[in-house]
């Protein structure tokens, strides 16, 4: 049985796949950012699987501090992790919202956030076996516009355009990280995947249910899969050994995928990681 971290558990496809997980026996540790809806999770977890052995942590992720206290945890509670499933995400709205380091918050969640937990738990995913990064991305990363690498898109922001763009920088670090890992010697193998389009509390912002009065957007719901669909990419990739040794791929669907790279390259990768490695210098700056 693998010990697994799923962030983002209290909702959607993070909460759903953990339900499944823990009905196999497996060990989970779950994350959420709303004590109420993590106390929830945990409930029905356990009203469904009685014996699950199920572990709940709080931290926002809109927060540095919250992220580098939730890795510490997971850090001196357990020895080994076999997968962590990076699945956090949010479509924000339509004003840019930032961190304190003025990280915008689509990045923040989908980008900055993974690079620093993938980082920091890398020794204890080291320990197991066959280590397994899994990043949650999307089919919208074909739509990026990332011309001028503006990470923070402070010149130009649209809620869309953040969600688009953060989803490919997400696949450049999963391909970069994946190379690092093969050329350190590391076990650890690190995948993108695209879920599907499920009809999940994404994008329901201020508590709003979705606009579904336009004729787009009735369309839209229309092609929505479920959520026993939205999970089957995240779980195949968790457990199965078809991609034990499958590292810096895109999938959609259990299958490799072609990636709209956008000009990647190791020049713009080492950008990101660049930009990713200031935030938390300044974040760390800002402690003393
Ligand atoms: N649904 C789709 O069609 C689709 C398609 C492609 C990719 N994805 C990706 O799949 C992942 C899961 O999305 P979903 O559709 O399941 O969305 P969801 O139902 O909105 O769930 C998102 C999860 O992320 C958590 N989260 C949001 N902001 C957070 C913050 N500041 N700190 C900590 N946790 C935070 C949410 O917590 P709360 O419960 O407190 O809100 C929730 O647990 C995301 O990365 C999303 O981009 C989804």
Redesign the pocket.
Known sequence: MKTIII??????????LAKKLAAEGHHLII????PQ??ETTVTEIMDVSPNATLSAYL?????MA?VYAFASSIQQDFDRIDVLI??????AGSERLATAENIE?TF???VQ?PYILTTELRPLLETAPEGRVIN?????HHFASVKDLDFGMEKDYSAKQA?NNA?LYLIWLTCYQAQQFKQEGSNITINAY???????????TNGKKKETKSLVSRVVKSV??SLDE?IETGYFLALSNQVAAISGAYFDTKTIKRVSYKGYNDEKAKALLAYCDQKIFDYKESLL
């Open positions: 962030t983002g558990a209290t909702d959607g496809i993070g909460k759903h994350h959420g950012r709303n809806k993590l931290a926002d992720f809109s927060k919250d990076n699945n956090a995400g949010l479509f918050h923040m969640l989908s956030v949650t991305s999307s089919y919208m969600y989803k695209h879920p599907g389009l499920i009809a999940t509390n994404l994008g329901n929505y899969q939205g």
